[in-house]
């Protein structure tokens, strides 16, 4: 089964930190761009991070210098490292597999951060 499954949301306090993990299954992962987005309520989806099959990194500019992408090919695995958390941080973070026009999408992990 093709598959992208996010685990590590949570609640936490506002300058705590929480590292997000997404695991593939039935795909070459290698040879996906991965990504993290995320949706707060009411809002649009929106890019937090990517990074390509070459591990080329891109940042939103809200979480630069405090949020790491990384992949480890070897466990099939994407992380998203996210310091010094703020309460507009507090989405379903989502994380995506990319093969040029192809989308693969993981149901969500709830990340809330309180004040």
């Known amino acids: 089964q093709v598959q992208v499954v996010e685990s590590g949301g949570g609640l936490v306090q506002a300058g705590g930190s929480l590292r997000l993990s997404c695991t593939a299954s039935g795909l070459t992962f290698t040879s996906y761009g991965m990504g993290w987005y995320r949706q707060a309520a009411g809002e649009q989806r929106e890019l937090v991070a990517q990074?390509?099959?070459?591990?080329?990194?891109n940042y939103a500019d809200s979480v630069k210098g405090r949020f790491t992408i990384s992949r480890d090919n070897g466990k099939n695995t994407v992380y998203l490292q996210m310091n010094s958390l703020k309460p507009e941080d507090t989405a379903v973070y989502y994380c995506?597999?990319?093969?040029?026009?192809?989308?693969?999408w993981g149901q969500g992990t709830q990340v809330t951060v309180s004040s």
């Open positions: 990074i390509t099959s070459s591990g080329s990194t």
């Open positions: 995506n597999a990319r093969l040029f026009r192809y989308d693969l």
